[in-house]
């Protein structure tokens, strides 16, 4: 509840720091150093909740619990996103004249990724990822000289709001098969025999409203318009850590409230994920722009991060956790080195190793992360959600197909490798790599790798 209410005072300081303050580096250093204090809050909060006498504390007339699980996911989330801060703020600072609103809505992002971590209510999950979405469509369309930004603005906000309706009509309809929005309540009331057709159609509306917001297919239109045309430093955030949260949710919804109707949804669930895995690698395949190719990257990687929904089991939390952290860092980590070069296609990579070789280091520790080469966190988080669904036990034709998508995956992130290292040209930068911007990344590489080494320093 204290990071809640931290990021909310946070977002609101950083709108009074747009009429105070003028000079963008000095609001950019006001936003960093507001994340790191969110950071501590984060901290703070697991670690007296660790020493409280009774556990899983009900807020808010019992909307929201707070747990160990979520209380990790919050602070390792909040901890990618001071990440995400040090690597952007000079390409956040370069998309236009309103820095501070910038990251104000960067923060009420974060205050919808909280509610998202600890409802216990339906309500409250819609209230969540309202939060979270709306700054979203603002972001997308912040960039006012470029035509494609604002269409991905339009875009974004129209698709969101069809969905919106379909969440509210999902939630109406479990209400009127529970008489109940809390989620433990649902647990008890809807674990029969028979199940209700309203409780049904319900789960079939919440699982499309959802698959929605995580650009899962046959959902996923939206996704490589909006992330292609929204600011390169808002598609890094809006592909990874928002993306992280709702997976968090889908899975608190569907395991917790919905995990013993499994048999009734999980058949769905697995056409989806199948439909995700392919659409998203196959047609990655055929891009000429690496941010494109990225944006359906992000489509395969939900793929992925669907097998813990479809487990629902002990291992959901963790694989879903570890995903979300290497997917988000790594991810990160590559748009940092993307948004240097002045050319997005794969053209605009050849002879990067050259002039630049540690960002050609940076960014090939990156990809073979995302591709799930060992010793990288992307292997073990591709690992540790395979694993939850062999110990399922039902779909191992799943799990087979989803190897041989991942072998497909390599393809295309192998050639941005290529590209680097292999082919003649001389890659135009944006702006000088300084030394900072090399520390930064040589961190985030240490990390994607410690991840993959040494995946207890999330799991623990």
Partial sequence: ???????????????????????????????????????????????????????????????LTLDHTNLWFNTLMTGCTLLYALLMTKEIQKVGAYVAEYFALIFFILCGLYLLSSFNNLLMLFIGIEILSIPQYILAGSDKRNLKSSEASLKYFLMGSFTTGILLMGITLIYGAARSFNTADLVAILHTDTLNPLALAGIMFLMIALAFKVSAAPM???????????????????????????????????????????????????VITAATLLVGNITAVFQQSVKRMLAYSSIAQAGFMLFAILASNSKSWDSIILYGVAYS???????????????????????????????????????????????TGGFMAKYYVLLAVVQQGSLLWLVIFALLMAAVSVYYYFRVIMAMYFKPGEAELNSPVSATDKMLLLVTCLVVILLGVLPQLVLG
């Fill in 1 to 63: 509840m204290k990071a809640i209410i931290a990021t909310t005072i946070f977002g609101i300081i950083m709108m009074f720091t747009s009429v105070m303050v003028s000079n963008k580096k000095s609001v950019a250093a006001i936003a960093v150093a507001l994340f790191a204090v969110l950071l501590g809050v984060n901290i703070f909060e697991l670690y007296t909740w660790n020493h409280a006498a009774t556990p899983g504390p009900q807020l808010c007339y019992g909307m």
């Fill in 220 to 270: 996923h239109m939206w996704t490589p318009d909006v992330y292609d045309g929204s600011p390169t430093p808002f598609t890094a955030y809006m592909s990874t850590i928002v993306k992280a949260a709702a997976f968090f949710a889908f899975l608190r919804l569907f395991k917790d409230a919905f995990g013993n109707l499994s048999d009734h949804w999980r058949l769905v669930m697995a």
């Fill in 329 to 375: 860092v790594a991810t990160i980590g590559m748009f940092a080195v993307l948004v240097k070069l002045k050319d997005y296609t794969y053209d605009g990579f050849n002879g990067l190793a050259k002039k630049e070789p540690l960002l050609a280091f940076a960014a090939t520790i990156f990809l073979f992360s995302l591709a799930g080469i060992p010793l």
